[in-house]
């Protein structure tokens, strides 16, 4: 399996900034996509940023502008920097991995999954 480590979130003030990053580990396995996903209550997930091999980010319209999606290759690691925040960013975020991985000597499509981290925008 490839397993997903999430760092930051918490309480922040509207214009605020904050940084969610994530760590992907496991063995044989190789990244195509890295990227955020967040779920308000009552609401569905919504992709918030991606970054697929080969191709630069994308965002979701509301958070052009503010938000900023990294890759660190060497440490498999995707960083989420979010300015201006908004209240209605308040969301729990997933990170999201793809890719392929080696198992029994065979490539196959993997689709990890973080715990999820509660981003609060308040006064």
């Known amino acids: 399996q490839v397993q997903l480590v999430e760092s930051g979130g918490g309480v922040v003030q509207p214009g605020g900034s904050l940084r969610l990053s994530c760590t992907a580990s496991?063995?044989?396995?190789?990244?195509?996509?890295m990227g955020w996903y967040r779920q308000a209550p009552g609401m569905q997930r919504e992709l918030v940023a991606r970054?697929?091999?080969?191709?630069?980010?994308t965002y979701v319209d509301s958070v052009k502008g503010r938000f900023t999606v990294s890759r660190d290759n060497a440490k498999n690691t995707v960083t989420l920097r979010m300015d201006k925040v908004e209240p209605e960013d308040t969301a729990v975020y997933f990170c999201?991995?793809?890719?392929?991985?080696?198992?029994?000597?065979?490539?196959?499509?993997?689709?990890?999954w973080g715990q999820g981290t509660q981003v609060t925008v308040s006064l």
């Open positions: 970054i697929t091999s080969g191709f630069g980010p």
């Open positions: 496991g063995s044989n396995f190789e990244i195509e996509s």
């Open positions: 999201n991995v793809g890719g392929v991985r080696k198992v029994a000597g065979s490539w196959s499509a993997y689709n990890s």
